[in-house]
Structure formats: C-alpha cells, structure tokens
T-cell receptor, first 112, second 111 residues
Framework: NAGVTQTPKFQVLKTGQSMTLQCAQDMNHEYMSWYRQDPGMGLRLIHYSVGAGITDQGEVPNGYNVSRSTTEDFPLRLLSAAPSQTSVYFC???????????FGDGTRLSIL | TQLLEQSPQFLSIQEGENLTVYCNSSSVFSSLQWYRQEPGEGPVLLVTVVTGGEVKKLKRLTFQFGDARKDSSLHITAAQPGDTGLYLCAGAQSSNYKLTFGKGTLLTVNP
C-alpha cells in the first residue's frame, strides 16, 4: 500500500543550494499539491496541480517551482535555498480537487 | 484568504473524559474535512462533511457540519491515549481547488 511516497525523508542544505523534493502517488489521482508545515502557521499550500501539464500557485509559492509531466509524479524544486524555507514539506493527492486528500509522510528540510 | 480558526489550541485530558474541538470561519465551505496527525507523520483523513447540519460518526468520534456550512465540531466520547494527536480541520470552496487548513488542536489524552 504505497499511496503517496516522498523522498528524501530528511535533508540538510546550505543557503543558496538547490534541490528537488520528490513525490509520487500510485492511486491515479488527478489532483496533487505541496504544503509546508511550520510551528504556529499550520499547513500552507505552496503549489498544486489539477492534472498532468497543469500547475498553479498556492498561498506561498515564492522560491519554489513545480512541474507535472505525468499523473504519478509532482516534484517540488527549491531554486536557491534560504533559511526561511526550513520546514516540513508534505505532498498530497486526491481523486478530485476539493475532496479529502492523502498525504505523504513528509520531508524534513533544514537550511543552514 | 479564508481563515479557519480552531479552538482550543491545546487540550490535555484524562482517559475516559469527553471533549469537543471547534472549527469556525466567516466563509462558507462546500465541504469540510477533519484530519489527525501524529508526530513524524502526515495528516490522515478522518471524515468529509458536505451538507449543512450533517452529522457523521466514526466509532467514538462525532463530526458535525454547521447549518450555514461555516463551522464544524468534533466530539470524542471516552477519550483514549490512542486519540492523542493534532486534529486539523480543512475547508474547500466550490469556487476554487484549494483547501484551507486551520492551525489545529493538539490533544493529549493521559492514561
């Protein structure tokens, strides 16, 4: 029962480095999204996709890029890491937008 | 930005007690969802409510959606230590595809 798989689980970066957080789902869900979770801030939407080839910005998109070339994969790219991007990142998917979503276990990212 | 306010922010109770947590907004939602998150894991969907006034039960958990679809409550009967976790509500609006999350209620049930 894979569901939503995120890699890596933990990552430490230096300021200015770039990296890609991977997300894959095996449920044939059209809708996928990325959230960050910070203490006192709750879950905030970074980017989302309603299907392959379609992406849009969420609440906090600056500093992040996404693409959706397949239904299964939705990678999140940090272009030039900053300490403010230290957070726990969650990828999620659902059968259709606006319904209950399934989360991965998260990537814990620290930017030094 | 539509806000969902959850209360209380923290709740610590003894095993066997009952509790209610609340999720309130000034916005109308087409559906509202409740999630539970345990440390080191992603949130797990508990229930989705879509009709004003709807009540759903999941074992000892009772979820209610307000008549005006602006608020919801989660009631737990005879809480157990396994209920410990962060409870999150999230609202969806029919006008867009985005879920808005509350900041959560951190529940601790002591044995």
């Amino acid at each position: 029962n894979a569901g939503v798989t995120q890699t890596p689980k933990f990552q430490v970066l230096k300021t200015g480095q770039s990296m890609t957080l991977q997300c894959a789902q095996d449920m044939n869900h059209e809708y996928m999204s990325w959230y960050r979770q910070d203490p006192g801030m709750g879950l905030r939407l970074i980017h989302y996709s309603v299907g392959a080839g379609i992406t849009d910005q969420g609440e906090v998109p600056n500093g992040y890029n996404v693409s959706r070339s397949t239904t299964e994969d939705f990678p999140l790219r940090l272009l030039s890491a900053a300490p403010s991007q230290t957070s726990v990142y969650f990828c999620a998917s659902s059968f259709q937008a606006g319904t209950g979503i399934y989360f991965g276990d998260g990537t814990r990212l620290s930017i030094l | 930005t539509q806000l969902l306010e959850q209360s209380p922010q923290f709740l610590s109770i003894q095993e066997g007690e009952n509790l209610t947590v609340y999720c309130n907004s000034s916005s109308v939602f087409s559906s509202l969802q409740w999630y539970r998150q345990e440390p080191g894991e992603g949130p797990v969907l508990l229930v989705t409510v879509v009709t004003g006034g709807e009540v759903k039960k999941l074992k000892r958990l009772t979820f209610q959606f307000g008549d005006a679809r602006k608020d919801s409550s989660l009631h737990i009967t005879a809480a157990q230590p396994g209920d410990t976790g962060l409870y999150l509500c999230a609202g969806a609006q029919s006008s867009n595809y985005k879920l808005t999350f509350g900041k959560g209620t951190l529940l601790t049930v002591n044995p």
